[in-house]
């Protein structure tokens, strides 16, 4: 089984590659399967996919939302424009997420460490740490023969800077580099494997402010961030690079206090791949160069990242299907115990993962711990599956400037 979830995800290299008879439905907007005229899944397909597993138990437990939540330090992953409007002079966090469990596999995790400090009123600077280990793997060539065993794992590094730009106004610039090493040394036939190496960046804007009058406020929060902005990677070289998960989030918040010791926050969220629409071997548009490799896999990086609003073969119906939305909900008593649920959703040709979260939150002091569990709601099962994940996070130096809305 660890095999085979490896060939899961390293074969995206060459799903491309695969000989399908399937053609474009005008009609029903989709492909169909030439065998059976039913349409088929068009999933979009990336490298380094692990940067878009949500590291954080707290908005894991929302459907893994996180644009637009209130700060804390997992914002490096979300939109770490978040971090300038933070209460706190530092904050620190660390998850771990098992992966597989559901299948009784206990070497395939997920570490993620994140942190904060402020660095005056209006400008944070973060840092996070990813550490994604895919367990043993045992490796065997084409004819089922033994070829020893491995330990898979990527890497990602993010620093980030926040700053103000109004009272109720943020932006966030992020640097990282991001190191994947599958099979280092292997061969596929006779081309050798090695690490796929990528820099990148990732953008982001937060709005927030207070709605009605003074005493007990409501706040509206809003957020965009494009992340993952990175060189395409390969892991043979020589080979057509592919794109990595540059990713559009857009979302909303609405945090309502209702007396003291209750407050309640509803998040909705979206988001979409900024990556091209695959289009499958046997469609007349797959390679029109006659190179024996996909030409939405050839195109130059900005091309296809912002390309990636209007490429999809049944155009702006099949834009929407690409599109990943999320509910999320929060209840805080006396800010210091709170219980979340969240929706996740994804159209059924595009990947098809729908699931419950739900959670729950201890803050005391300057200590915190979030859990998160998960429920699929298909048969497509997410290797979080019935897995229970937890966040602690440490807030320090609780007098911090508040923010110019707050005065």
């Known amino acids: 089984m660890r095999f085979l979830y490896f060939l899961i995800v390293f074969g995206f290299a060459w799903s491309s590659l695969l000989g399908q008879n399937y053609k474009f439905d005008v009609t029903r907007k989709c492909f169909v399967d030439g065998a059976t005229n039913e349409c088929v899944s068009n ?18 437990a929302m459907g893994d939302a996180g644009v637009s939540l209130t700060t804390d330090p997992n914002a490096m992953h979300y939109n770490a424009a978040r971090l300038a409007f933070a209460e706190d002079n530092l904050g620190l966090a660390a998850t771990y997420s098992p992966w597989l469990r559901n299948l009784g596999i206990d070497d395939i995790y997920m570490v993620y460490l994140s942190g904060y400090t402020k660095i005056d009123k209006t400008q944070a600077a973060g840092m996070a740490i990813r550490y994604f280990s895919l367990g043993s793997i045992d490796f065997r060539d084409d004819n089922g023969n033994d070829l020893g065993t491995g330990r898979p794992n990527e890497f990602e590094f993010n620093a980030a800077y926040a700053r103000k730009l109004s009272p109720v106004l943020s932006g966030s610039l992020s640097a990282k580099f991001v190191y994947s090493n599958l099979a280092s040394g292997r061969f596929v036939q006779a081309n050798q494997i090695s690490s796929a190496r990528s820099f990148g960046a990732d953008i982001g804007v937060f709005y927030r402010n207070k709605l009605g009058q003074s005493g007990r406020r409501n706040y509206l929060n809003a957020g965009l961030a494009i992340t993952n902005i990175g060189s395409k990677v390969t892991y043979i070289k020589g080979l057509v690079k592919d794109f990595i998960p540059t990713n559009l989030g857009l979302g909303a918040t609405y945090e309502m206090n209702f007396d003291d010791f209750n407050s309640f926050s509803v998040t909705a969220e979206i988001n979409k791949l900024m990556v091209p629409t ?86 005391y002091n300057i200590f915190g711990i979030n859990l998160s569990y998960l429920v699929p709601t298909t048969n497509n099962r997410s290797p979080l599956a019935n897995t229970l994940r937890f966040s602690i996070i440490f807030d320090l130096n609780n007098k911090a400037p508040q923010s110019n809305i707050e005065e």
């Open 43 to 60: 999933t979009i397909l990336t490298a380094l996919p692990f940067l878009r597993i949500s590291p954080d138990a707290r908005g894991g």
């Open 278 to 363: 695959p289009i499958p071997q046997g469609d007349p548009k797959f390679d029109v160069d006659s190179n024996k490799v996909a030409d939405y896999r050839e195109k130059p990086l900005f091309e296809g990242i912002f390309g990636s609003f209007s490429d999809a073969p049944g155009g702006f119906t099949e834009e929407l299907q690409e599109l990943m939305w999320t509910i999320g909900l929060e209840y805080w008593y006396d800010k210091q115990f709170a219980v979340r649920a969240g929706y996740f959703h994804e159209h059924v040709l595009k990947g098809d993962r729908k699931f419950l979260t739900m959670g729950c939150g201890i803050k």
